[in-house]
């Protein structure tokens, strides 16, 4: 298993930015995609971005002012998110798999999952 702990939420007004990183421990044995995804009240759970070691994908909602990036020497997955809108506000969870996966924004590909960390933009 594959540990990972969030940090970097917090509140910020409409226009702001934050800085969200998840820390990957355990059983590492290969390369990791790692991506990160949302859960806002009332909704389901959503892609936001995801890497591996080849490139970076992006939901619409995120693209042009989201950044995911990742450290693989320290496995530590990042996503700067600028320009933040009420809606971005959700709960932010980190999650991993061994390898590539085959469709880099669907959930069901991970089988590593973060506690989440909580976003909240206010207008």
């Known amino acids: 298993q594959v540990q990972l702990l969030e940090s970097g939420g917090g509140s910020v007004q409409a226009g702001g930015s934050l800085s969200l990183s998840c820390v990957a421990s355990g059983d590492i044995y290969s390369s990791l995609t790692m991506a990160w995804f949302r859960q806002a009240p009332g909704k389901e759970r959503e892609a936001v971005a995801s890497i591996d070691s080849i490139e970076p994908t992006y939901a619409d909602s995120a693209k042009d002012r989201f950044t995911i990036s990742k450290d693989d020497a320290k496995n530590i997955l990042y996503l700067q998110m600028n320009n933040l809108k009420p809606e971005d506000t959700a709960i932010y969870y980190c999650?991993?798999?061994?390898?590539?996966?085959?469709?880099?924004?669907?959930?069901?590909?991970?089988?590593?999952w973060g506690q989440g960390t909580q976003v909240t933009v206010s207008s």
């Open positions: 999650a991993a798999r061994h390898g590539v996966a085959p469709s880099p924004l669907d959930e069901d590909n991970y089988n590593n």
